[in-house]
């Protein structure tokens, strides 16, 4: 027989809350945090239920743990000890482990929700902002109802709910006629939609001709992976903008406004007209503490705080707000003050009310006002660059549509700029330029970013009204007020901004800013252990020398003084398509290439290496690199030099490593043919062998080492746990600059040269040193 649930409705008279349970959402974000330490430290007899999300291998109980080691609680753990606050944890915290859309079963005795989870982003893409904000919705009230609690719900929302609109915003329910449940189906099936168009064979054709283009040199499949990845953006960007263009033609700001205003919806649908207490609290935008937990508490970068930060950055030359537009911030303390207190106030069922918990109205900050606390903190208190202090810019306010003309501008010009050093040989000089117009590029992107999300919130001609709020806050006995308020009049911007707010955000700022950078990091002294590799590109990581110079240095030391005309001739007519190849393919390159030798005499090859061919090679070799192998051999590091050269002319470098692997050409009689005799072991061919030798020999490529200087290098530079790259051509230190990865300079300089000399002196022959001789090692047939 199943047994009959009843419920009964408690009558709140105190103003604040006393033994209620209150089950609690999003207690893992920014207000979340803020509520259960204010329950926890103000509210002890409470007992508190939360839904946490089990995250990987880690469950919700576990989360907790963690959240409680936050700086939000340290004062309360203070206050009582260390082993009280773990026993008043264990006895008045719950987790309940779940999610939004599957919250499960919850107990029958909640007296209080507060349900303030949701997408913290302005811009998500469509189907993730309506399962979170609406779906959630959808799901915890869908879980009350199954439980038989009857709780007064607090219902977390924000101010800017109501969608683009002037004047007045009163605090009352949205007067739309949106069909919340329609839109909430067409966003679920949007991705599904994408999914399909972005796998059409136009769209697929694009994304593959793109990634040719661009990483050709690193072979078929990495091509594929560039373009899937192209794909998988493609899609993001394309869920953004659905959600964003839904937004605004329904007349909202945004996706994130748009999905709160439907989740007040839902709340007042599923919960209240089903005969249930609701309350709805919109907070504006929320930054850090004015007083409690303590001045300045604030847990990462919230709305306001990118904005400051670029700023202080120099990186927004202007904005394109209205100077007298109303930005309307609140106190973190101030919105879970006024929750609690709307928690802890009687409700009647099926009488939803709303409260605005905002500051445009009775204490106005206009945006000017904002600008001038932030050119004053930032004039005072400059953020550091490279450089040193930056310096920020004054704004003029011009106005919307001059600021996007000047942005369209500047955003065509770094095009054309990063277009053009793409084609110029790549130095030291071309990759500072580069990084100069990365980086304008980003502060351009950054700009067109904060233009589109922050437009409606710096441009808005909005007043919340906040009659209701001031009245609760009236009702509350005046030690309340002192303790508990949320009394915006009392707030002094200046004081706040100065010495509150910008302190905090740029500590976070500085904290972030000490991350050590690749060329810090590749200093580091080598660790000794013998299960690692070292792997060395030869041309331009070792070598200062290519193809086409070791064959000219090889023709000019065995051509007949008959055939050198008609030779160069050739060689000239010939590289336009050398050069075709070589942006192409690296493998077709070499092949293209490598039929120069034809009839090539292998002795006197063999001839030239041993006499002035070699010196030549060891004069163009690079000390740091040479320098490097060593650290890495004395280290117990296994050192592999890995080539497209062939075998014949890598002879001189055989000393200096524990194996060299090179490429073979065929041979009849005596004289090369000019087709090779294995495949070109570069790019994915390359990375192939690493992991086939890796295996066989039982090395760790996790905390291995690579050294290239080529973007056909990536694909197996990436398998390694340490790459470097050496003189990188410019794909290859944009993707290493984005990687964090080592970014080293080897160069020649005529005490590096001696240095060389030197180091090849105190070197045996190959056939008697330390390496691998070429006969005997894996370079005869690639080692797969």
């Known amino acids: 027989m199943t047994p009959t649930r009843t419920t009964t409705t408690r009558t709140k008279s105190s103003p604040v809350l006393t033994n209620e349970h209150v089950f609690l959402t999003g207690a893992t974000g920014f207000v979340g945090q803020a509520v259960l330490e204010r329950l926890l430290s103000s509210h002890p007899d409470t007992r508190i239920s939360?839904?946490?999300?089990?995250?990987?291998?880690?469950?919700?109980?576990?989360?907790?743990?963690?959240?409680?080691?936050?700086?939000?609680?340290?004062?309360?753990?203070?206050?009582?000890?260390?082993d009280a606050a773990t026993k008043a944890i264990a006895k008045r915290i719950t987790v309940i482990e779940g999610s939004l859309t599957n919250v499960g079963t919850l107990p029958s005795d909640i007296d209080v929700v507060i349900h303030g989870?949701?997408?913290?982003?302005?811009?998500?893409?469509?189907?993730?902002?309506?399962?979170?904000?609406?779906?959630?919705?959808?799901?915890?009230?869908?879980?009350?109802?199954?439980?038989?609690?009857?709780?007064?719900v607090v219902h977390v929302s924000t101010a800017y709910v109501g969608g683009i609109r002037?004047?007045?915003?009163?605090?009352?329910?949205?007067?739309?006629?949106?069909?919340?449940?329609?839109?909430?189906?067409?966003?679920?099936?949007?991705?599904?939609?994408?999914?399909?168009?972005?796998?059409?064979?136009?769209?697929?054709?694009?994304?593959?001709?793109?990634?040719?283009?661009?990483?050709?040199?690193?072979?078929?499949?990495?091509?594929?992976?560039?373009?899937?990845?192209?794909?998988?953006?493609?899609?993001?960007?394309?869920?953004?903008?659905?959600?964003?263009?839904?937004?605004?033609?329904?007349?909202?700001?945004?996706?994130?406004?748009?999905?709160?205003?439907?989740?007040?919806?839902?709340?007042?649908?599923?919960?209240?007209?089903?005969?249930?207490?609701?309350?709805?609290?919109?907070?504006?935008i929320i930054e850090s503490a004015l007083h409690h937990p303590f001045p300045g508490w604030i847990d990462g970068f919230k709305v306001a705080d990118p904005l400051i930060i670029a700023y202080g950055r120099g990186q927004l030359p202007d904005f394109p707000g209205l100077p007298d537009s109303v930005l309307d911030v609140i106190p973190v303390d101030f919105v879970v003050n006024a929750a609690l207190a709307v928690a802890a106030r009687p409700a009647k069922p099926n009488e939803p009310e709303y409260f605005q918990v905002v500051s445009g109205k009775s204490n106005p900050l206009p945006f000017h006002r904002m600008y001038e606390n932030v050119n004053q903190y930032f004039t005072a208190n400059p953020l550091p660059d490279e450089k040193g202090d930056i310096k920020v810019p004054l704004w003029r306010f011009p106005g919307g549509q001059k600021v996007e003309k000047a942005l369209a501008k500047r955003e065509h010009q770094v095009v054309r700029a990063e277009r053009i050093i793409e084609r110029l040989p790549t130095t030291p000089r071309t990759r500072k330029w580069l990084d100069e117009v990365s980086r304008g590029k980003h502060g351009l992107s950054q700009l067109r970013a904060f233009?589109?999300?922050?437009?409606?919130?710096?441009?808005?001609?909005?007043?919340?009204?906040?009659?209701?709020?001031?009245?609760?806050?009236?009702?509350?006995?005046?030690?309340?007020?002192?303790?508990?308020?949320?009394d915006v009049t009392e707030i002094d911007?200046?004081?706040?901004?100065?010495?509150?707010?910008?302190?905090?955000?740029?500590?976070?700022?500085?904290?972030?800013?000490?991350?050590?950078?690749?060329?810090?990091?590749?200093?580091?002294?080598?660790?000794?252990?013998?299960?690692?590799?070292?792997?060395?590109?030869?041309?331009?990581?070792?070598?200062?020398?290519?193809?086409?110079?070791?064959?000219?240095?090889?023709?000019?030391?065995?051509?007949?003084?008959?055939?050198?005309?008609?030779?160069?001739?050739?060689?000239?007519?010939?590289?336009?398509?050398?050069l075709r190849a070589e942006r192409r393919d690296?493998?077709?390159?070499?092949?293209?290439?490598?039929?120069?030798?034809?009839?090539?005499?292998?002795?006197?090859?063999?001839?030239?290496?041993?006499?002035?061919?070699?010196?030549?090679?060891?004069?163009?070799?690079?000390?740091?690199?040479?320098?490097?192998?060593?650290?890495?051999?004395?280290?117990?590091?296994?050192?592999?030099?890995?080539?497209?050269?062939?075998?014949?002319?890598?002879?001189?470098?055989?000393?200096?490593?524990?194996?060299?692997?090179?490429?073979?050409?065929?041979?009849?009689?005596?004289?090369?043919?000019?087709?090779?005799?294995?495949?070109?072991?570069?790019?994915?061919?390359?990375?192939?062998?690493?992991?086939h030798y890796a295996d066989q020999n039982g090395f760790n490529l996790s905390q291995s080492y690579g050294y290239g200087d080529s973007h056909a290098d990536l694909v197996w530079l990436q398998l390694l746990g340490n790459p470097s790259a050496v003189n990188p051509d410019i794909q290859l230190y944009r993707h290493a600059q984005e990687k964090r990865w080592n970014?080293?300079?080897?160069?020649?300089?005529?005490?590096?040269?001696?240095?060389?000399?030197?180091?090849?002196?105190?070197?045996?022959?190959?056939?008697?040193?330390?390496?691998?001789?070429?006969?005997?090692?894996p370079a005869a047939s690639h080692g797969i």
């Open 50 to 82: 939360i839904l946490v999300r089990g995250k990987g291998s880690q469950t919700g109980e576990g989360r907790l743990a963690n959240l409680m080691r936050k700086p939000v609680f340290a004062n309360w753990i203070e206050s009582i000890g260390e």
């Open 117 to 152: 989870a949701s997408t913290v982003s302005f811009d998500p893409p469509i189907d993730e902002a309506f399962d979170t904000n609406v779906g959630g919705a959808h799901g915890v009230y869908g879980a009350l109802l199954a439980s038989g609690s009857d709780p007064h």
């Open 166 to 284: 002037k004047g007045i915003a009163p605090e009352a329910s949205l007067t739309h006629t949106v069909d919340w449940r329609a839109e909430y189906e067409a966003a679920k099936s949007a991705r599904t939609r994408v999914e399909l168009e972005s796998r059409q064979p136009e769209a697929l054709r694009q994304h593959l001709a793109k990634a040719r283009a661009r990483h050709g040199k690193t072979g078929p499949q990495a091509v594929a992976g560039f373009a899937e990845a192209a794909r998988s953006e493609w899609v993001r960007e394309r869920l953004v903008d659905y959600g964003r263009t839904r937004a605004e033609s329904l007349g909202w700001t945004d996706v994130y406004t748009l999905t709160k205003a439907f989740a007040e919806r839902a709340a007042e649908e599923l919960w209240s007209q089903a005969g249930h207490r609701l309350s709805v609290v919109r907070p504006s």
């Open 451 to 486: 233009t589109e999300l922050y437009r409606a919130y710096v441009q808005t001609e909005i007043i919340f009204d906040d009659t209701n709020t001031r009245a609760l806050l009236a009702s509350l006995p005046k030690k309340v007020q002192e303790t508990e308020g949320f």
């Open 493 to 578: 911007w200046e004081h706040y901004f100065q010495e509150i707010h910008f302190p905090a955000v740029t500590t976070l700022t500085r904290a972030f800013a000490t991350r050590p950078s690749a060329k810090t990091r590749g200093a580091r002294v080598l660790p000794v252990r013998s299960d690692v590799v070292a792997i060395f590109d030869l041309e331009g990581t070792v070598l200062e020398s290519n193809l086409v110079k070791q064959y000219l240095q090889l023709w000019a030391g065995s051509v007949p003084r008959s055939r050198v005309a008609h030779d160069l001739a050739n060689f000239t007519f010939s590289l336009p398509k050398y």
């Open 586 to 691: 690296r493998g077709e390159f070499i092949r293209t290439f490598m039929r120069r030798y034809k009839g090539f005499k292998v002795s006197e090859i063999e001839r030239l290496v041993r006499g002035s061919f070699g010196r030549a090679m060891m004069r163009r070799a690079l000390p740091d690199a040479l320098r490097r192998v060593q650290e890495h051999r004395d280290a117990g590091h296994r050192t592999i030099l890995v080539t497209g050269t062939i075998d014949l002319m890598v002879a001189p470098f055989v000393p200096y490593f524990d194996e060299v692997v090179a490429g073979r050409m065929q041979e009849k009689d005596g004289v090369l043919t000019g087709f090779l005799a294995d495949p070109p072991l570069v790019d994915e061919a390359r990375a192939a062998w690493l992991r």
């Open 743 to 777: 970014v080293l300079d080897w160069k020649r300089h005529p005490a590096a040269v001696r240095q060389v000399q030197r180091l090849e002196s105190e070197k045996q022959t190959p056939t008697e040193g330390g390496g691998t001789s070429l006969e005997e090692s």
